[in-house]
């Protein structure tokens, strides 16, 4: 069974940090772009971050820019996304998705999130 299942979410003070993780199974994601969304109470998902197959190029929103660093560990089969000086308004559900039209691609996005997803984990930034 193929599955992402993120963790590493949780309630933090603004200005602090959390690394997700998202930890797939089931089959090697090695070779597509992974990347993160969110979703927070009554609003729309919203695109995060993406890392293409080799690590070598990212891609982010901007209003996370400069804030949060996506990785990846392909030995593992891990995507983490870093995220430093948090701010209240980053509180929502963070899932993890692949692109599955991504193969090998060079560039990290636009970023589709058309293929597996997580079922999400909970940050909350209290000010």
């Known amino acids: 069974q193929v599955q992402l299942v993120e963790s590493g979410g949780g309630l933090v003070q603004a200005g602090g940090s959390l690394r997700l993780s998202c930890a797939a199974s089931?089959?090697?994601?090695?070779?597509?772009?992974m990347g993160w969304f969110r979703q927070a109470p009554g609003k729309e998902r919203e695109f995060v971050a993406a890392?293409?197959?080799?690590?070598?190029?990212?891609y982010y929103a901007d209003s996370v820019k400069g804030r949060f660093t996506i990785s990846r560990d392909n030995a593992k089969n891990t995507v983490y996304l870093q995220m430093n000086s948090l701010k209240p308004e980053d509180t929502a559900v963070y899932y993890c998705?692949?692109?599955?039209?991504?193969?090998?691609?060079?560039?990290?996005?636009?970023?589709?999130?058309?293929?597996?997803w997580g079922q999400g984990t909970q940050v909350t930034v209290s000010s």
């Open positions: 998705a692949e692109d599955r039209s991504s193969y090998s691609r060079a560039s990290a996005g636009p970023f589709s999130g058309n293929g597996y």
């Open positions: 089931g089959r090697t994601f090695s070779s597509y772009t």
């Open positions: 890392i293409n197959w080799s690590g070598a190029n990212t």
